[in-house]
């Protein structure tokens, strides 16, 4: 009994050495499409470093809410910090419990090789949409962030009808793989879900104010089942070798 009392315990403080905890959890992550690029490298990672297993779900911000109002229970949201707004007033998450990860903007690409407009002022911009055959971005009625900032942008230039017969919505989220696939000139997403797709080139922001700064946040949910664990990931996430991953990205990572 002595010596299987000493295993246990050496066994314990192995796991302790290399930050295991005795007790692995399954961290049940809901995260916005924008960061799946991130999770789906440092996911692994954490999960080497704790011990812990995480159960990730990707989803546009819009879905993430729904989700969760009909009654889904994340332990961890990662999402455009308006959606995580949103669920902390809804009282699914406490504002204490949110954390900051990064920050990005819009960005419009073109398949490699091919011409490159002038996008550096609203008016080049909007010479540049109505002189493309086809343009793509993500769908608003999807609740994708950069599709609903795109809209408002349209509307703003006075182009919203012109670009309509142009507008080829991706048949998934991945408006690089579109533009890639050639079934749209210019595409219009997220900086981070552009940088990193084969097959085509970022060739620069929405120009001046037409430029939204989109901030990606984590909540430890208030139906997390382990709230340290929870909390493990978030602290994770804002860690060094994160911010490098986040920047590598296309992301400006927040870092304590």
Do not use: W
Not at 23 to 47: H, N, T, W
Not at 104 to 116: C, H, P, W
Not at 163 to 171: A, I, L
């Amino acid at each position: 009994m002595k010596i299987r009392s000493l295993v246990a315990m050496s066994a314990i403080a192995c796991m302790l050495s290399l930050g295991i905890p005795a007790e692995a959890a399954e961290i049940k992550v809901l995260s916005a499409i924008a960061m799946q690029r991130a999770v789906e490298d440092l996911g692994p990672k954490f999960e080497r470093a704790t011990g812990h297993k995480l159960a990730v779900t990707f989803a546009t911000l819009g879905a993430i809410v729904k989700r969760i109002q009909d009654g889904d229970t994340p332990d961890v949201v990662i999402a455009p910090q308006q959606g995580i707004d949103t669920l902390v007033k809804d009282g699914k998450a406490v504002a204490d419990n949110v954390t900051v990860l990064a920050r990005t903007g819009i960005s419009l690409a073109v398949r490699k090789g091919a011409f490159k407009p002038d996008i550096s002022s609203p008016e080049a911009l909007k010479r540049a949409l109505l002189a493309a055959k086809s343009i793509s971005y993500t769908s608003p009625a999807g609740g994708g962030a950069s599709g609903i900032h795109f809209a408002k942008v349209l509307e703003r230039l006075g182009i919203a009808e012109e670009m309509k017969s142009k507008t080829v919505f991706p048949k998934t989220v991945e408006v690089g793989a579109a533009i890639a696939n050639g079934e749209a000139e210019i595409g219009v997403q997220q900086n981070q879900e552009l940088v990193s797709v084969a097959g085509i080139e970022v060739i620069g922001p929405l120009p001046g104010d037409l430029q939204a700064t989109i901030v990606l946040s984590a909540a430890v949910m208030a139906s997390s089942n382990d709230a340290a664990a929870s909390k493990a990931l978030v602290d994770f996430l804002r860690a060094p070798e994160a911010a490098a991953v986040l920047k590598a990205k296309g992301m400006e990572p927040v870092t304590p």
